[in-house]
């Protein structure tokens, strides 16, 4: 059980990230907020080489294209859902997110030369299907800043699609520091000068918020990555759908919102849409 359990827990990170997001998004820009979230995992990751020197393993790569691209890709997906919540209640913003097995399929082909079953592509549809249900209401609703928050909800999960499509193309590489380091590094390129020339001083408590956005960034990654040495990814996927527990319960407890039948009713569609697009995509080839 060790593996479901670190999944659980990782999931649950990223759920209060995308929470303290959400709440940071109300007051701060987020070029702001994006960096200093990159400049304190930065600060943690060197902070812990200085202590214990070699931790996260080395930082040289000979795929240097293939980081590149994942943290541009990383940048996007973080850029695109914080504008997302600005708009939107998290289990909403996590509906649109479950689709990103979707999309992880489309991209495989074409990244990684692997073929997918008629089959799995027919699930695919049934998924949308469950988003265009649950999303139904503030899309006919006609409301400005849900439309726009879908938009950037989708755009993240493409990006974290990708991401997760160029992470089996490194799974030969091993170590956090990589992972952590180079899509900072390239964060922090990004957003400096927008950054600071869109800085708002934060008092003392927004502050801590941005700070702790990093650190949960980094423990979360290592938590899922711990999840993945005890277990392996069929068994674990099922459990990545924990996160819309976890968002419904932050939109309760901090905006005191509870999503309405439809976007439940969606994201069962979606998650069985998943569930069974992965397994046909799983099946040898001829099998039906």
């Known amino acids: 059980m060790a593996g479901p ?16 997001s959400k709440t940071l998004a109300e007051g701060y820009v987020v070029w702001q907020v994006l960096l200093v979230r990159f400049v304190t ?12 020197p070699g931790w996260g393993g080395v930082l040289s790569t000979r795929r240097k294209r293939t980081h590149l691209a994942r943290a541009l890709a990383m940048l996007g997906s973080a850029g695109c859902f914080f504008m997302a919540f600005r708009a939107l209640p998290l289990s909403e913003g996590y509906l649109v997110f479950f689709t990103s097995p979707f999309f992880i399929l489309a991209f495989s082909p074409w990244l990684t030369g692997e073929t997918v079953p008629r089959a799995a592509w027919g699930w695919v549809a049934v998924g949308f299907a469950g988003v265009a249900m649950g999303l139904a209401p503030g899309l006919l609703g006609g409301a400005a800043g ?12 493409i990006c974290y699609a990708l991401v997760f499509v160029l992470n089996r193309s490194l799974r030969s590489e091993v170590g956090l520091a990589r992972v952590l380091v180079w899509p900072a590094v390239l964060g922090v390129a990004v957003m ?7 800085w708002r001083t934060p008092d003392a408590a927004a502050l801590a918020l941005m700070v702790a956005n990093g650190v949960i960034v980094g423990v979360a990654t290592a938590v899922l990555a711990e999840a993945f040495r005890h277990a392996d990814a069929a068994r674990l996927a099922p459990f990545g759908y924990s996160g819309l527990v976890w968002s419904v319960g932050f939109d309760l407890a901090i905006w005191g919102y509870l999503p309405g039948w439809p976007t439940v009713a969606g994201a069962a569609v979606v998650v069985l849409a998943c569930v069974m697009s ?11």
């Open 192 to 198: 400096l000068v927008p950054g600071l020339v869109n």
């Open 278 to 288: 992965e397994r046909a995509a799983q099946k040898p080839a001829g099998k039906s």
């Open 5 to 20: 359990v670190y999944m659980l827990l990782g999931i649950g990170l990223f759920g209060l990230l995308d929470a303290i």
């Open 41 to 52: 995992i930065l600060a943690v990751v060197f902070a812990l080489r200085a202590v214990r």
């Open 146 to 157: 849900g439309i726009e928050g879908y938009a950037w909800a989708f755009a993240g999960t």
